[in-house]
């Protein structure tokens, strides 16, 4: 399981095996930046309207071959989804262990989890009627995967890129723009509802033989309300003409009029954030991305001052 923290849990303990041959050594794509998973925590502070979608990065991959050859001269699938990807100079499967054993683990046998390369669970056993076995036969480290391999995690930053995750669309009551907001006068928050502002929305990529969905859910709408409040909510409730009294979820009461605290007299600003929460799984692997997107407001707050007169008899 990948999270963008990589915070990893202890490896279950296998024997390790020594599995000789010649191994290749993977290269680094230009342009991937960010986190080890390939994509980027995006924080994107944007006007309160549609903008530009979330983008990743094309990376040109040449499709992996559905056969590979054996040692023997034999036909393989290069990808089992339950072995992992086909190493032909040893004539075994070898899938990654998620999450790599924990440092000192002596399944390294003299690597280290700071150098580059990782263990991979081998498998090279023939079970009946020359198939390979289900049952991992031993742990190997390479400095790279197999030459064929394709990254699920590059296929996840493909299928987030390709739900154009947008801020949130924010709307307020009173509606911005307007003078109505008065001190003490219960305000309502809410985002527009659309597949890529509220979720959950899903999509998904796929290279070769490998497939990856992914889905997103809003996690959170913290709004920065302007005056040192933040309230965190929901997607909130859309106002309805008549409605009394203040947001049954995501509501603010502001206590100071926006004219005597804002430079020039102008109108509290307001800032929205959308936490995404996307899931994603395919090709053996499972992982989470957190994304953050933000929108910009302003709400004028007045005071209602009243004056009261004593009539003199």
């Avoid at 440092?103 to 989890?113: C, K, N």
Wanted: glycine residues 12%; charged residues 15%.
């Amino acid at each position: 399981m990948l999270t963008r923290s990589w915070a990893r849990a202890a490896a279950g303990v296998l024997a390790a095996v020594l599995l000789q041959g010649p191994t290749g050594v993977a290269t680094a794509a230009p342009n991937e930046i960010c986190l080890p998973s390939g994509f980027c925590y995006i924080e994107d502070i944007r006007p309160a309207v549609p903008g530009s979608p979330v983008t990743v990065p094309a990376r040109a991959e040449t499709p992996a071959p559905a056969q590979c050859t054996s040692p023997t001269g034999a036909e393989v699938p290069c990808y089992e989804e339950n072995l992992g990807w086909y190493e032909s100079s040893s004539g075994c499967y070898l899938k990654l262990m998620d999450p790599q054993p924990p440092p000192g683990s002596p399944l390294w046998d003299g690597h280290t989890p700071e150098e580059e390369g990782a263990l991979y669970a081998a498998n090279c056993a023939v079970g009946p009627g020359g198939s390979l076995s289900s049952t991992a036969t031993g742990i190997v480290w390479r400095r790279g995967p197999p030459a064929d391999f394709i990254d699920p995690e590059v296929l996840a930053q493909r299928a987030i890129a390709a739900m154009q995750l947008q801020p949130p669309l924010l709307r307020t009551a009173p509606p911005q723009g307007s003078a109505s907001g008065l001190v003490g006068l219960p305000v309502w928050m809410w985002t527009d509802r659309a597949e890529n502002v509220s979720g959950p929305i899903t999509r998904s990529a796929t290279e070769g033989p490998v497939a990856v969905e992914a889905t997103g859910v809003v996690s959170r709408i913290a709004w920065d309300m302007g005056d040192g409040t933040t309230v965190t909510c929901g997607l909130g409730t859309p106002y309805s003409a008549g409605a009394d009294g203040p947001s049954p979820d995501c509501g603010h009461l502001y206590e100071r009029a926006s004219a005597n605290h804002v430079p020039g007299g102008g109108p509290w600003p307001i800032t929205a954030t959308t936490t995404w929460t996307v899931t994603w799984s395919g090709g053996g692997r499972t992982g989470t991305e957190v994304v953050q997107l933000s929108s910009t407001g302003e709400l004028f707050v007045g005071e209602l001052n009243v004056l009261n007169q004593a009539q003199e008899r």
